[in-house]
């Protein structure tokens, strides 16, 4: 489970994804969770599934990188599902009513976009951080969060820890994997047992990850101060963004999307 998390992973490549300003990505990002959230139609939900489908052919990520993402929240899922799926209720005669349980159609309808749109918001997140490296990902929200820094707000500093949060994610899940290995080649039983029993055995491991992960804080600051790091005072950028035609294109699709799901929802 450890080694399909995907989030914080950046796959190099040469698409017109990649080649968007990152600030882009992040707006289009928004966009798209707006277009997810506003969608209440089947057909305007279907357009979400299949704009995020185009971006990951775009991108040229594999499908398999996709389902490595969903699989994390997939009892969430499936949680979320059954939630509406019996506590939803309508104007319709149940489908099925057995005792205190009554499915409604509305029920199913809901339970089947809730689920959709669940795994629509994961695979699209998802690609910004797949298709933007950590050093254009904290310019862009430096960039974007620029404005605040006239009421003090430390855009930089901000902008840094989120990056870095993030790309640590990757790095963490790997020494968790490496922790839970050695301590089953030590005769540790993670698997068996009441919860009780489960959640004590994973004091053998968060204790080392905890350790491991302040020593690669400090080893963190102690590199960032021996290059000098002094914040944003005087800081300057080796690549300057720039939006180009393929960011208005990008922009231009998107208000597109929003506006088509938006007539669906009034007219459908």
Same mark, same amino acid.
């Given at each position: 489970m450890l080694r399909d998390i995907t989030i914080g992973q950046y796959f190099p490549g040469h698409s017109f994804i990649h080649k968007m300003d990152p600030r882009m990505k992040i707006i289009a990002s928004v966009m798209y969770i707006v277009i997810l959230f506003v969608s209440s139609h089947p057909?305007?939900?279907?357009? +979400?599934?299949?704009?995020?489908?185009?971006?990951?052919?775009?991108?040229?990520?594999?499908?398999?990188?996709?389902?490595?993402?969903?699989?994390?929240?997939v009892p969430i899922?499936?949680?979320?599902?059954?939630?509406?799926?019996?506590?939803?209720? +309508? $104007?319709?005669? $149940?489908?099925?009513?057995? +005792?205190?349980?009554?499915?409604? $159609?509305?029920?199913?309808?809901?339970?089947?976009l809730m689920a959709v749109r669940i795994m629509c918001l994961i695979a699209g997140t998802s690609l910004l951080t797949y298709t933007t490296s950590p050093i254009e990902l904290t310019d862009a929200i430096e960039v974007l969060m620029g404005p605040l820094k006239r009421l003090k707000v430390p855009v930089h500093?901000?902008?840094?820890?989120?990056?870095?949060?993030?790309?640590?994610? $990757?790095?963490?899940?790997?020494?968790?994997?490496?922790?839970?290995?050695?301590?089953?080649?030590? +005769?540790?039983?993670?698997?068996?047992?009441?919860?009780?029993?489960?959640?004590?055995a994973l004091i053998p491991i968060l204790i080392p990850l905890f350790v491991s992960a302040f020593r690669r804080a400090d080893e963190l600051a102690l590199a960032m101060e021996c290059r000098c790091y002094r914040g944003s005072v005087g800081r300057t950028r080796l690549k300057?963004?720039?939006y180009t035609k393929r960011d208005a294109i990008a922009l231009v699709v998107m208000l597109a999307c929003l506006a088509a799901v938006i007539l669906v929802n009034i007219y459908l």
């Open positions: 057909l305007s939900l279907l357009l +979400g599934v299949l704009m995020v489908t185009g971006m990951y052919m775009i991108s040229r990520i594999s499908a398999r990188m996709v389902i490595k993402s969903l699989k994390p929240v899922i499936i949680f979320t599902a059954v939630l509406n799926l019996f506590f939803m209720t +309508g $104007p319709s005669e $149940p489908l099925i009513s057995f +005792g205190f349980i009554h499915i409604y $159609p509305e029920g199913v309808r809901m339970a089947i500093e901000i902008a840094m820890m989120m990056t870095i949060a993030l790309r640590f994610i $990757p790095t963490l899940i790997e020494e968790t994997d490496k922790i839970m290995n050695a301590q089953k080649a030590r +005769g540790a039983d993670m698997e068996t047992g009441s919860f009780t029993q489960r959640a004590k300057q963004l720039e």
